[in-house]
């Protein structure tokens, strides 16, 4: 079963003022994000760097002067042909020389994302905006029994939100069930970007632990779906809400067909009689003394029910010291279920 980085990747590129606690903050954020959000359309030829208290802007003709964060910034030499690294190295007013002599022009409309005087983005006419609050709408709407995952070292929640991208890691700590005889829950990774840094996309899981590095280890059942920020990429809200909506569907049914089996394994009975059931412990691979230390356990309770044993084994592998053995006698001692009619 393979184990998933990209929460661990995020993790390590978040600095801490796009480290978010909690959706509700998250969605707040990005719901005023969107809010201040403006989009303005020019030709090329109407736009003009420009050297403003000695920083290098962009005149947007009309709509006023505008400054640059690091990601328009790396768009616009992308747009003039440079090198970013060349134009940082040189003096602003030389930086604002080459735009003048490097930019195209051309009539056909470019897009220009603002927040107030702050150009967020540049864009050509075939881009297509999905905002950040629109995606975790659907979250909050189909992902109601989800959650962060614990809180990584560094503070890290797996809620993340900067001038490029978003980033989500929630999973349902809640929803833990048994899949060939081994503990898992479900998770799904989200991200999107307003400004053309990352594709839409969402990831499925389920997974059987989260080290505090936030690497989701031995998952299964991993599904995944992306968008490019195209014309119909508004229609991926659906197939991401069908992904949420089909991952809650699959844990409602593990869920409830983990609870029929416990219910029928708290009825049938391992044997006759403490021989019998010893018997067939040995013959599973289970220590003789230890079989017998679970049965006296599982006599307590009156019978010898595969739920009494399996409950006695786990309450024994809890003391052992040995964190290898002691998962392995969990192992064992959850795969007698199977054996429930």
Known sequence: MPNLTKAHDELFNRSPDEVFPDLRTLYNHCHEQKQNAVEKWHAP??????????????????????????????????????AKDTVKKVS????????????????????????GDQLRSIHGATYTRLFNADLLSTVNEFAVDFQPAQTAVGAGSGLYCGEQDMFVFLIDPTGWTEIEGEAFAPGFFLWNSEVG????????????????????????????????????VHDSLDPIRYHIEQLAKKRDERRDGFANVIKKAMKEKLGKDDEEALKFLTKRGFNQSLAKEALKIAEQNGKFTIFSI???????????PNAGERTELDTKASQLLSLVN
Do not use: Y
């Open 45 to 82: 030829s109407n736009i003009r760097p420009i050297l403003e208290d000695h920083v290098p802007m962009l005149s947007l003709g009309e709509d006023g002067n505008h400054t640059l964060n690091n990601w328009s910034f790396t768009q616009l030499c992308k747009i003039a042909g440079i």
């Open 92 to 115: 602003p007013k030389t930086a604002v020389d080459v735009f003048l002599d490097t930019l195209p022009g051309g009539t056909k409309p470019m897009q220009f994302l603002t927040d």
């Open 197 to 232: 840094k990352r594709t839409v996309g969402i990831q499925t899981f389920w997974f059987q632990a989260v080290c505090q590095n936030h690497i989701v280890w031995d998952a299964t059942d991993v599904t995944e779906f992306s968008r490019k920020h195209t014309a119909r």
């Open 310 to 320: 399996v409950d006695a084994l786990t309450r024994l592998a809890g003391k052992n």
